[in-house]
């Protein structure tokens, strides 16, 4: 992804300089003067990409950031939303979330959970496999407001059939319809996903993963693999060491047995994936998300690299609550900071994506997808999804959202 010092955000975002500002990603140019459709007045900027945090206006025209800045009160133009207490983020994105029609077994109707998430973007982790790819998209990805990219699972069974294990029959995987695919919607499929679970694979041990792997090898493209933990069949090491860099471990921080800290400490071979590049995501879900084995991994050294929900029909209305914005809550109150945490939920998980120019970030001639957060000073409970609590003094609460330049919330 492409970055930008800060001395050129801040020239890009001077405002009524008059001036023509080339549009760093359209190759065009866009007039600043022009008025923008939408400003977004007061609020506190976090934008992680350019460093910035402090008070801004983010105007908004043609379904793009024009500029950000401080604004004339009489240069504001549009629709104006108030910001003033709130936090003003890119929108989030969420690097593993269930999506589906609505009479779906796992996957959720996500544009009527807006509200609830702040979520703009957001990767379908497995949902379908190869047959059901091409229907999924036309009937669920395209019809959505949320912008959707995907993994495709390695079985064809994908997660339709939820709960019902997709990976006890290895007849149920073929390698190079899976890695067709891939190849050929590589503009929305980032990789190949798969669940290494003992009753999800039975007698099949890592022969999935192993597959997997080959079939995000046989599509080319840098196709990732994003492999699901947590009572992963064997010793996790052996697992650990057959992630590439650039592949994704999800729930890194699951309690369910075979974790990355067994008896206190840190796997030696999960430090090692993660300093050859292989990237943890929390993937909170259901039962995915275990306070101790996180505080243990951080003590040691071990920080994820994104925070994901993992949310879906079976783990939504769970005492953990998954949505993103509480994710990033229990984060805080393991004692990240708040640009971190928003980093976690917009220019890395942007980077892992690497298709699309300007998510993630505010920079002008991005996509208009932002987020409006309220930080609420409060004392709070979280609760992992093994009943750990952990006391808190504040979390976060989705307060608007733009998508391509349209107020949905
Ligand atoms: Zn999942």
Redesign the pocket.
């Known amino acids: 992804m492409k970055r930008f010092s800060r001395r050129q955000f801040i020239e890009w975002s001077a405002w009524g300089t008059g001036a023509v500002l080339a549009s760093p990603w359209l190759g065009a140019q866009s007039n600043v003067l022009a008025p923008p459709e939408l400003t977004i007045r007061g609020g506190t900027v976090i934008d992680p990409a350019s460093g910035l945090h402090g008070r801004r206006d983010v105007m908004v025209r043609d379904g793009r950031i024009q500029q950000v800045g401080l604004a004339e009160a009489g240069s504001m133009g549009g629709h104006v939303i108030d910001a003033t207490g709130l936090l003003v983020v890119p929108g989030l994105v969420d690097l593993?979330a269930?999506v589906g029609a609505p009479e779906a077994t796992l996957g959720l109707p996500v544009d009527t959970l807006t509200a609830e998430t702040g979520v703009t973007t957001c990767v379908s982790?497995?949902d379908v496999g190869a047959p059901d790819w091409a229907a999924f998209q036309r009937d669920v990805v395209d019809q959505l407001n949320t912008r959707v990219l995907a993994f495709l699972h390695i079985s064809n069974r994908g997660l339709l059939g939820f709960p019902e294990p997709e990976m006890l029959d290895l007849a149920d995987i073929a390698v190079d319809r899976a890695a067709e695919t891939v190849a050929a919607h590589a503009d929305v499929l980032l990789g190949i996903k798969v669940r290494e679970g003992s009753a999800i694979v039975g007698e099949n041990g890592l022969e999935p993963l192993r597959r997997a792997i080959a079939a995000a090898e046989r599509a080319g493209g840098g196709a990732r693999v994003m492999c699901?933990i947590g009572d992963a069949p064997g010793a996790l090491s052996d697992l650990l060491d057959l992630l590439r860099p650039g592949d994704i471990l999800?729930h890194c921080f699951s309690g369910l047995g075979n974790n990355i800290v067994q008896a206190g400490k840190l796997l030696p071979a999960a430090r090692e994936a993660q300093t050859r590049g292989v990237i943890f995501d929390v993937?909170h879900?259901g039962g995915s998300f275990d306070f101790a084995v996180a505080e243990a991994a951080l003590d040691q050294g071990l920080r994820p690299h994104t925070i994901s929900s993992?949310l879906?029909r079976a783990s939504i209305d769970t005492p953990g609550n998954p949505r993103l914005p509480w994710v990033m809550s229990k984060f805080l109150a393991l004692g990240f900071s708040l640009d971190e945490v928003v980093a976690m939920v917009t220019t890395r998980p942007a980077g892992v994506i690497d298709r699309i120019q300007g998510l993630g970030t505010l920079a002008p001639g991005a996509p208009a997808d932002v987020t409006l957060l309220e930080l609420v000073e409060e004392p709070t409970v979280f609760v992992d999804t093994t009943t750990k609590r952990r006391a808190g003094d504040r979390y976060l609460r989705p307060a608007g959202v733009i998508r391509a330049g349209r107020v949905m919330v």
Request: aromatic share 0%; hydrophobic share 10%.
């Open positions: 593993h269930h982790a497995g699901h999800t993937g879900g993992d879906h």
